[in-house]
């Protein structure tokens, strides 16, 4: 699949998601800790359609039919095919304009990678998503990337190909998209809601805590080795797993809402009834060295996460920073995004989905 089912894919999601949705092809490796949590997550999911559909009986059944001489080169020209057939058939909705209008201004507005930096310019200045509905425009952009490889212009062999094969390639498509739009877009039903926390807000006075902390702990020590005052204060207070996450059984993916329990202070990002949090909200739960490992959703950015995985407190940390508010300038805290579960309908809250997490 190519840029247009990516971003249908993907559309469900926040602009982060789509965005890490479009550019992936030209990020590299597994290290993604360069990206936000949801533009991460957006590539990731990316990487798997892909995967899936590379592996997808129709597709392979397709790239045996092209040329011998082509036939590597064919699952690049597939790619680009099946967005032409999506482009023709959402061609006039509503959503579908809605969702390039909302591409293009993602990337107009955002850097591409170094590898994309001087496609994207042009896709949008030249409306290639609306452009695929052509089938000439499609072979055309076939055999451009073509030139852009080295040797010969494999590519734009393959075109003769894809003008004879079209019924059948349609054929594929009508038997792919739905199964895989099916199996990998960004669900819109979802069978259960849970909500979790965790047990790292402060509880003792914040400098008989400090005294009783051993020095830079968090460098020293496993978190099961951690005293009760280091493990809280290892919390760097972003309220991120008070955020409201409806988990799709069928899938096993959880989706994270910028909607917040109830109990949540969003200006604080502190929980306002925390010692009697568990008689309102159920679901809350403790964290525990254990889980940190096992809630594979807590944020990169997370301070029990980083410990667990070995990695170094970020500079904004208070541990480090000496300076709680640091974390909601930095954008890191759910302050400036978050909405309170009280003033979301129950029926509205899928339309809250900022990220989709494998668990
Ligand atoms: S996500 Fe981690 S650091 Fe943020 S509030 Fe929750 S436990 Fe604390
Ligand atoms: S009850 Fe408190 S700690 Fe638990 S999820 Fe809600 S706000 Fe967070």
């Given at each position: 699949?190519?840029f247009l089912a990516?971003?249908?894919?993907?559309?469900?999601?926040?602009?982060?998601?789509?965005?890490?949705n479009l550019?992936?092809?030209?990020?590299?490796?597994r290290?993604l800790?360069?990206?936000?949590d949801?533009?991460?997550?957006?590539?990731?999911?990316?990487?798997?359609?892909?995967?899936?559909?590379d592996?997808h009986?129709?597709?392979?059944?397709?790239?045996?039919?092209?040329p011998?001489a082509q036939?590597?080169?064919?699952?690049?020209?597939?790619?680009?095919v099946?967005?032409?057939?999506?482009?023709?058939?959402?061609a006039?909705r509503q959503?579908?304009?809605?969702?390039?209008e909302?591409c293009?201004?993602?990337?107009?507005?955002?850097?591409?990678?170094?590898?994309l930096?001087?496609?994207?310019?042009?896709?949008?200045?030249?409306?290639?998503?609306?452009g695929?509905?052509?089938?000439?425009?499609?072979?055309?952009?076939?055999?451009?990337i073509?030139?852009?490889?080295?040797?010969?212009?494999?590519?734009?062999?393959?075109?003769?190909?894809?003008?004879d094969?079209?019924?059948r390639l349609e054929q594929?498509?009508?038997?792919?998209w739905?199964?895989?739009?099916e199996?990998l877009?960004?669900?819109?039903s979802v069978a259960?809601?849970?909500l979790y926390s965790?047990?790292?807000?402060?509880?003792?006075?914040?400098?008989a805590?400090?005294?009783?902390?051993?020095?830079?702990f968090?460098e020293?020590f496993t978190l099961e080795e951690l005293?009760?005052?280091?493990?809280?204060?290892l919390?760097?207070g972003?309220?991120?797993c008070?955020?409201?996450?409806l988990h799709?059984?069928?899938?096993?993916e959880?989706?994270?809402l910028?909607?917040?329990?109830?109990?949540?202070?969003?200006?604080?990002?502190?929980?306002?009834?925390?010692?009697?949090?568990?008689?309102?909200?159920?679901?809350?739960?403790?964290?525990t060295?254990?889980?940190?490992?096992e809630?594979?959703?807590?944020?990169?950015s997370?301070?029990y996460r980083?410990?667990?995985?070995?990695?170094?407190l970020?500079?904004?940390?208070?541990?480090?920073s000496?300076?709680?508010?640091?974390v909601?300038?930095?954008?890191?805290?759910?302050?400036s995004?978050?909405?309170s579960?009280?003033?979301v309908?129950?029926?509205?809250?899928?339309?809250?989905?900022?990220?989709?997490l494998?668990?």
């Open positions: 699949m190519n990516h971003a249908w894919l993907a559309r469900a999601g926040s602009d982060d998601f789509l965005y890490g550019i992936a092809d030209g990020v590299k490796g290290d800790s360069g990206w936000s949801a533009t991460a997550l957006g590539i990731r999911h990316h990487r798997r359609v892909d995967a899936w559909v592996s009986p129709c597709v392979a059944g397709a790239r045996r039919r092209a011998t036939r590597r080169y064919a699952g690049i020209a597939l790619d680009m099946w967005d032409h057939f999506l482009a023709r058939d959402m006039g959503d579908h304009e809605q969702l390039i909302r293009y201004q993602l990337l107009s507005t955002r850097p591409a990678p170094n590898r930096a001087g496609m994207m310019p042009l896709l949008v200045k030249h409306d290639w998503l609306r695929y509905a052509d089938f000439e425009f499609t072979c055309r952009a076939v055999a451009g073509g030139r852009r490889l080295s040797g010969p212009n494999q590519l734009a062999a393959l075109v003769p190909w894809l003008h094969d079209y019924p594929d498509f009508q038997s792919l739905p199964v895989l739009f199996a877009s960004l669900k819109h259960k809601t849970q965790v047990c790292c807000r402060v509880t003792m006075k914040e400098e805590m400090k005294a009783t902390m051993r020095e830079r968090w020293r005293t009760p005052p280091e493990w809280e204060a919390c760097d972003c309220g991120q008070c955020l409201l996450k799709d059984e069928e899938t096993q959880l989706a994270v910028n909607v917040a329990c109830r109990l949540l202070d969003i200006q604080s990002c502190q929980c306002s009834d925390y010692p009697n949090r568990f008689d309102s909200v159920p679901d809350c739960t403790q964290l060295p254990a889980l940190v490992k809630f594979t959703w807590l944020p990169q997370c301070g980083r410990v667990s995985e070995g990695r170094k970020a500079g904004w940390h208070p541990l480090l000496n300076d709680a508010e640091r909601h300038r930095k954008g890191i805290s759910v302050r995004f978050a909405v579960q009280d003033d309908p129950e029926k509205q809250l899928e339309s809250h989905i900022i990220a989709i494998p668990m």
